[in-house]
């Protein structure tokens, strides 16, 4: 995995997160971009860790429950889709609990999160969903760049020149 691709994996890992419940994370590298998945919910955990893919190529996500259990499981691909945005498509899984039907989701490139219940956990009663959201991946000299610009802005009161 190349460090830009590392570091925007960080990035989106450190901005993705809300502090409610548990949360999982995977981030998906697909078109030069990072797609961070977060599952919020009550969960032992879900599809971890990062993964390079093509466009239209399938995403296996599971999320389990506290004693291992399947919670719900469904396949994810990306498409283009209008100008600046992309489309997720949500799969029923082979195995169930999943999807009753396929679903799909636009979300523009960056900048936009999109949420997707995925069900009512029965044990807890509480609603797992998961959050998309793209990043774009960073790079050394963009990071190095936007650290000196913040620290200039701190050491000089707001201003920058």
């Not at 523009?108 to 969903?129: F, W």
């Not at 050394?140 to 050491?155: K, N, P, T």
């Amino acid at each position: 995995m190349k460090i830009s691709q590392q570091l925007g994996i960080l990035a989106a890992l450190a901005l993705v997160g809300c502090g409610h419940g548990s949360q999982e994370f995977q981030s998906i590298v697909v078109d030069k971009k990072v797609l961070a998945v977060t599952t919020a919910g009550e969960t032992a955990g879900a599809s971890t860790g990062s993964q390079n893919v093509d466009l239209g190529e399938t995403v296996h996500r599971v999320i389990h429950g506290k004693a291992g259990e399947i919670l719900f499981a469904y396949d994810l691909s990306v498409k283009r889709g209008n100008p600046g945005a992309y489309v997720l498509h949500l799969k029923p899984a082979a195995q169930a609990p999943t999807f009753a039907r396929e679903r799909s989701v636009s979300i523009q490139e960056v900048g936009q999160s999109v949420r997707v219940e995925l069900m009512e956990n029965p044990q807890t009663g509480k609603t797992l969903a998961d959050a998309y959201r793209f990043f774009q991946p960073v790079t050394l000299g963009s990071l190095h760049r936007d650290l000196v610009r913040a620290l200039h802005l701190e050491m000089h009161g707001g201003v920058s020149r």
